[in-house]
């Protein structure tokens, strides 16, 4: 089956599925990593053009965001627009423990880091870093209008894997939507729940090492992982060899870039900067979160057939017409706003900047985040692709 690509982006909350800094364009894995200094303060910022592989795989994501209208537009939030309402947290009587027992952490400018693998993920692990892991899915599930996934599966899959499934959290909701499917998720760091679906377990694992997980799956899921992986292409080459025959690989990815429609963002924008910055940190770390835009390569190059992408928009902050992307926004701006200070303690150190420095592209980026003004917006990115019946 050829190759195809769907671009769609709507002001109202899309149907669909299932959200980092990285390097600049055309960086990868084995880029070199150059000095970079703090780009000064009237630098316009270098923005690379959205992936396109020629078929518009990632071009642009539909029309412009709405924005709300008039001088008074941000008041026109309510306070309690979004106010916190119960959750139940369908929790599961029946419980399946990690399988692991690599419990061992360490503790840097007051959080807690994974110390398995000699702690390659350079963000924390600790409550903090979980509660915001969770607001990301709580995003998704608005952007997506609760779907988990684009891949079409069926209604009765038998295996599903989840790579690098943090708190555990769409595992879960996948085991309680699919009973009939053994689901596994796998991370670094052991910190998923232990009460869960009977049908869902986690282990520790690192998804860039030998493929210990089986075979036969039939979706196998990432979220958020792009940013921080050094061989997406090795990754793509093992869970085709592990997929069963019509099975499907899922991406679901933030690209880490704020882009705008309507001029509203500054050539100087300080969030902009700093994300500047955290490319290239990340890039000299080996990532590459530009690797978002552009998956289809690696996915078809594996093998996969009847590759997919849906690009959708989420604006930064509540400055969208539509209710419910002004909720995505408020939730975006906070899980951006809450990774600023972990990027800028571990991440930013490996270019050399002072602590003073540091501080200061900190403080610079959370008022620019704070200003309503800039109409900014991220790219999230759903890739799918299948493994031929014949393969």
């Known amino acids: ?59 642009a994501a539909a029309a412009s965001i709405e924005p709300l209208e008039g001088p008074a537009a941000v008041d026109a939030v309510d306070d309690d627009e979004f106010a916190e309402e119960a959750w139940d947290d369908g929790a599961s009587s029946d419980s399946t423990s990690v399988t692991s027992s690599i419990y061992a952490h360490t503790y840097e400018n007051g959080r807690r880091y994974h110390k398995y693998k000699h702690g390659r993920y350079p963000v924390p692990n600790d409550d903090i870093e979980q509660n915001r892991e969770d607001m990301k899915h709580a995003m998704m599930m608005e952007l997506t209008d609760g779907k988990l996934f684009y891949s079409p599966i069926g209604d009765y899959p038998q295996k599903i894997l989840d790579i690098g499934t943090g708190t555990g959290i769409w595992a879960i909701e996948v085991g309680d939507q699919y009973p009939s499917a053994q689901v596994l998720g796998i991370d670094l760091s052991p910190i998923q729940p232990l009460w869960i679906p009977p049908n869902v377990k986690f282990v520790i694992d690192d998804c860039e090492d030998t493929w210990l997980n089986g075979s036969g799956w039939d979706l196998v899921h990432l979220r958020g992982m792009s940013p921080i992986l050094k061989d997406a292409s090795k990754l793509c080459a093992q869970t085709f060899a592990n997929l069963r025959p019509g099975g499907w690989m899922e991406w679901q990815e933030q690209h880490c870039w704020f882009q705008s429609d309507d001029g509203t963002l500054a050539p100087d924008d300080g969030a902009q900067g700093f994300y500047e910055l955290a490319h290239a940190a990340f890039r000299k770390l080996g990532f590459d979160a530009h690797l978002a835009a552009r998956l289809r390569e690696p996915l078809e190059a594996a093998g996969f057939r009847n590759v997919q992408c849906v690009v959708k928009k989420v604006p930064v902050g509540p400055w969208a017409r539509d209710r419910t992307l002004r909720l995505v926004g408020l939730y975006l701006q906070t899980v951006i706003r809450e990774f600023v200070p972990v990027c800028a303690a571990r991440p930013l150190a490996v270019l050399g900047l002072s602590d003073a420095e540091r501080a200061a592209w900190r403080a610079k980026a959370v008022r620019s985040l704070e200003d309503p003004y800039p109409h900014r917006y991220w790219n999230v990115y759903f890739w799918y692709g299948q493994k031929p019946y014949d393969a």
Do not use: Y
């Open 1 to 59: 089956m050829s190759s195809s690509t769907t671009a769609e982006e709507s002001s109202k909350t899309g149907a669909g599925a299932g959200a980092g800094a990285g390097a600049g364009s055309g960086s990868g894995p084995g880029a070199p990593a150059p000095v970079v200094a703090a780009p000064p303060p009237g630098a316009k910022p270098t923005t690379p053009p959205l992936a396109d592989d020629g078929r518009g795989a990632a071009a």
